[in-house]
Nanobody, 126 residues
């Protein structure tokens, strides 16, 4: 069983930066990709970014392109989300997720991911 734990959330002013981390523990037979999703109050959870473990290919939600950067640590199963130029609309609970066997076609879909962290709150004040 794999456990994911996010850290790095907090309160920041608009225009500021935060770096989220997600570390995996336990045994996983495979890591195809890891992703970040977010859920704002009253809204459905949405895809933010993903990284494929082999090759480091990335994909982003259009509204975060150029502001957010996802990266990974191959030595340990960990993924990071560097968030710059934050906006109030980025306020949400951010979740990391692990896809052990997937398809890059569907990496934006929640159902691709078998393991999820409990989430970390990011609040951006105006």
């Amino acid at each position: 069983q794999v456990q994911l734990i996010e850290s790095g959330g907090g309160l920041v002013q608009a225009g500021g930066s935060l770096r989220l981390s997600c570390a995996a523990s336990g045994r996983t037979d495979s890591t195809y990709a890891m992703g970040w999703f977010r859920q704002a109050p009253g809204k459905e959870r949405e895809f933010v970014a993903a990284i494929r473990w082999s090759g480091g290919i990335t994909r982003y939600l259009d509204s975060v392109k150029g502001r957010f950067t996802i990266s990974r640590d191959n030595a340990k199963i960990a993924v990071y989300l560097e968030m710059n130029s934050l906006k109030p609309e980025d306020t949400a609970v951010y979740f990391c997720a692990l896809d052990p066997y997937g398809s890059w076609w569907y990496v934006e879909h929640e159902r691709e991911y078998d393991y999820w962290g409990p989430g970390t709150q990011v609040t951006v004040s105006s």
